[in-house]
């Protein structure tokens, strides 16, 4: 009899084992599902020189923002010992021919994103660096607002041409333009 209850217990014994291991292995796969599906996989992450043209295209683009702050990167300061600069650049006192040669810049640092980054939209790029899409979504429309004021400058210097270029690459990385 005694035998009889202890082989009992040993079957209970490891049906509880088997069906505590088949809890923790289907712990284990809704966890792994749940980590997995909050995470955006992406290819191998952009190259230095990518990080780097944005960064210089945030720079330009806070010269036409007021010295402004641009997707997390630090705002364009002029030399200290430059007053009248930075008078330019905080009070937008800058005129038709600053407005091209940054816009000019702005196309040379997208047109290399663009080289860089075949076949991606700018938010794909930005969301392959790890940004937010806080951050991402500020850095769109800033960039949106330097399209608007340099539009706005295209009868006082900035020649057609270049917001021509600066539009089609605009376009070219998915960026939807403000009208």
């Known amino acids: 009899m005694i035998d009889v209850i202890h082989s009992d217990n040993k079957k209970l014994n490891s049906l509880i084992m088997l069906a505590l291991a088949g809890c923790l292995i289907a712990m284990i796969g809704l966890l792994w599902q749940t980590v997995s599906s909050s995470y955006v996989y992406a290819p191998a992450s952009v ?36 007053e009248a600069y930075r008078q330019k650049i905080r009070k937008r006192s800058y005129n038709g021919q600053d407005v091209n040669d940054w816009v ?39 960039l ?16 057609k041409i270049t917001i021509e270029r600066f539009e089609a690459q605009m376009q070219q990385l998915g960026v939807v333009l403000w009208e």
């Open 47 to 82: 190259s230095k020189q990518t990080s780097g043209q944005l960064k210089s295209l945030a720079t330009h683009m806070s010269k036409m923002l007021d010295g402004s702050s641009v997707g997390g990167f630090p705002g364009f300061e002029p030399p200290e010992d430059d």
């Open 104 to 142: 000019s810049e702005m196309n040379n640092y997208l047109r290399q994103i663009i080289k860089q980054n075949p076949n991606m939209t700018l938010e794909e790029i930005l969301q392959k660096m790890g940004w937010s899409q806080i951050r991402i979504a500020n850095f769109l429309d800033d």
């Open 144 to 159: 949106r607002e330097v399209h608007v004021i340099a539009r706005g400058w295209e009868r006082h210097g900035i020649r």
